[in-house]
């Protein structure tokens, strides 16, 4: 029975499993992941973080999501394995991390309650339009409550954002059905955003692979570029969900944000996955 060290960590109620192990990495396959994800049989969590080792680009991170299946990269993950890295290493705040969406930077600073804030920054997402004809089958879901969209977001992952007028209808039931329509990437991130103000917005997330969670970095990131395509929102802004708030600010030129938000370290352990995963020869 093979015994995996893990850490798990958080980043506004957004959970990650964390395996620092590169003996291992490459031999873990979809029913694998799924299975330390697992709420009942598993550690528990919103996807699987692969960390290691170090590359060119930073530290090698690659994501499984709870079902298994292969992502670019995670917001909050990326806040979480700050946090890791952060009470690893006390003399350093700042990491490169390299993902599929390629090197992001991380940036922590300590909380005296424990954890950290941890911002990272990311260029400006390309937003386009889809068809309406294309999404007829999950827009009436929304019923008069759509404003716009839903608009395409490349945040180094995919996304269909949808600006709402509120948020009192069945977006989990709108978000499961996007994902049949979206073979190419094997589903879609989806989020519903409501304007509240040039200052604020609050949205609700429908993540490929997962399902809803209370929060998303990269679905925050996705969030704000839509509303900013459509000029709904100033440079500055906090980002609500149910998991918490994250504060956006855009660079001067425009070109570039940062989000940033709270993360921890909720514990350490090892798991034993029943004779699933087999450690390589040392």
């Given amino acids: 029975?093979?015994?995996?060290?893990?850490?798990?960590?958080?980043?506004?109620?957004n959970d990650f499993v964390i395996v620092e192990q590169s003996r291992i990495a490459k031999s873990w396959t979809t029913k694998q992941a799924a299975l330390i994800c697992d709420r009942r049989v598993g550690v528990g969590a919103d996807g699987l973080i692969l960390l290691g080792p170090s590359t060119k680009d930073g530290i090698r991170f690659r994501l499984f999501n709870a079902d298994g299946s292969g992502a670019e990269w995670s917001g909050?993950?990326?806040?979480?394995v700050g946090a890791y890295l952060a009470a690893?290493?006390?003399r350093q705040s700042d990491f490169h991390l390299d993902t599929l969406a390629g090197c992001i930077r991380v940036a922590t600073k300590k909380l005296k309650a424990g954890g950290v804030k941890a911002a990272f920054s990311r260029p400006m997402p390309r937003v386009e339009a889809v068809p309406l004809k294309s999404v007829r089958t999950v827009t009436s879901m929304a019923g008069r409550r759509l404003v716009a969209g839903p608009a395409y977001v490349d945040a180094g992952n995919p996304?269909?954002?949808?600006?709402v007028s509120s948020l009192d209808f069945d977006w989990e039931r709108m978000g499961a059905g996007c994902q049949p329509l979206n073979r190419r990437t094997k589903g879609i991130n989806v989020e519903f955003a409501r304007v509240r103000s040039r200052k604020q917005i609050e949205f609700r997330i429908f993540e490929r692979g997962v399902g809803p969670t209370p929060s998303s970095g990269s679905g925050a990131l996705a969030a704000v570029a839509a509303c900013?395509?459509?000029?709904l929102i100033g440079k500055t802004l906090k980002v609500a969900s149910p998991g918490g708030i994250q504060s956006a600010r855009f660079?001067?030129?425009?070109?570039?944000i940062v989000l940033e938000a709270p993360a921890?370290?909720?514990m350490a352990g090892?798991?034993?996955?029943?004779?699933v995963l087999s450690e390589k020869k040392r």
């Fill in 270 to 275: 090892v798991w034993s996955d029943g004779d």
């Fill in 76 to 80: 909050n993950g990326v806040r979480g």
């Fill in 88 to 90: 690893m290493n006390p």
């Fill in 228 to 231: 900013r395509s459509m000029n």
């Fill in 1 to 13: 029975m093979a015994k995996i060290s893990f850490i798990k960590v958080e980043a506004l109620g």
């Fill in 159 to 163: 996304h269909w954002v949808f600006v």
């Fill in 251 to 256: 660079s001067a030129s425009g070109e570039s």
């Fill in 264 to 266: 921890r370290i909720v």
